[in-house]
């Protein structure tokens, strides 16, 4: 019995110095010590090591890191913002470009409520009611310019379902937006206008969503191009072009760059879980929203967002 406990005992002794050792070599960064305890006790920096490697704040080099949240490297250029959406609207990017309750205009709201994430956390994805939750952000995306947007949902109506969307007012002509549309295809649409001319730039997938099931969806812009690719659960399932709405000739072509009018009905709030049509408001659940400008995501890209927890 003597013996066993001694085995044991060497184990855990083993284990300690290793997780230890493990820490303190190149590839184990704690991200950061908070503010109590005397830096200069070989004690404390002992257990924060420890303790950091344990609650998985550690990271290897290379990785950047937000109050204990891993960016891959390959995901850190152009990122605007972040919303894992983990109990709050917060952007946990680095940026602060946190999500807010737009008022004035817009309907009240007190944000989306929290339930189950993907990997059944608590309070890890975000709910709405498809009545009145809904948040903005400061995104804006502009039709000459490289962006990307990427976020999981779990639509309740895989038909008619506004997921994100920017509009000057209510009732106004859509700026950017993202939904899916009456046969329960994932589209991305935007008008153009200008001085009386315009034309819409849209896209659709080729899948169609199914309700109550997550699925992956992405918007790659090309700022070269003025147009973009749609991706549904890592696919590229469809490809945007400028459509010309009945009677609306003369039509704008191509993107018409400078602030007054902007190519596109742009400004702030990006609403998230909001959009022009009626029904306006989202129903379902959406997770970790990436919204990055000044640059195209990759296939590669893309598996990377979807293998994230």
């Not at 060497?10 to 050792?21: A, G, H, N, T």
């Not at 790659?220 to 690719?229: C, D, I, R």
Request: glycine letters at 12%; one cysteine or more; proline letters at 6%.
């Amino acid at each position: 019995m003597e013996s066993c406990f001694r085995i044991i005992q060497q184990i855990r002794l083993f284990v300690f110095v290793f997780v230890f050792v493990f820490c303190l070599c190149s590839y184990c960064q704690p991200n950061s010590f908070n503010n109590a305890g005397d830096y200069k006790s070989k004690s404390f920096t002992e257990t924060e090591i420890l303790k950091c490697f344990l609650e998985g704040r550690c990271g290897p080099n290379g990785v950047t890191s937000t109050n204990g949240f891993q960016i891959p490297p390959t995901l850190v250029s152009g990122l605007y913002a972040w919303y894992p959406l983990d109990g709050d609207i917060n952007d946990k990017s680095g940026s602060a470009h946190h999500g807010y309750f737009p008022g004035g205009i817009w309907p009240a709201t007190t944000g989306p409520s929290y339930s189950l994430s993907r990997s059944h956390l608590p309070n890890g994805t975000a709910s709405f009611n498809g009545t009145d939750q809904y948040f903005g952000s400061d995104f804006t995306p502009l039709c000459n310019e490289d962006f990307a947007i990427a976020l999981w949902i779990f639509p309740n109506n895989a038909t008619n379902n506004q997921i994100i969307g920017f509009q000057q007012a209510i009732g106004y002509n859509p700026g950017p937006r993202l939904l899916l549309d009456a046969a329960g295809h994932f589209e991305f649409s935007a008008f153009f206008s200008f001085w009386g001319n315009s034309s819409v730039t849209v896209g659709t997938s080729s899948t169609v969503l199914t309700a109550n099931v997550w699925t992956h969806i992405t918007y790659v812009h090309n700022g070269a191009t003025q147009q973009g690719t749609i991706w549904v659960n890592g696919v590229g399932v469809g490809v945007t072009s400028d459509f010309i709405p009945s009677g609306d000739l003369p039509y704008v072509t191509g993107c018409i760059t400078g602030s007054s009018p902007l190519p596109w009905w742009t400004g702030t709030p990006l609403n998230i879980g909001y959009g022009f049509a009626n029904p306006r408001f989202f129903t379902g659940r959406m997770d970790d929203i990436w919204f990055f400008k000044g640059r195209q995501l990759s296939a590669s890209d893309i598996s990377t967002l979807m293998s994230l927890p």
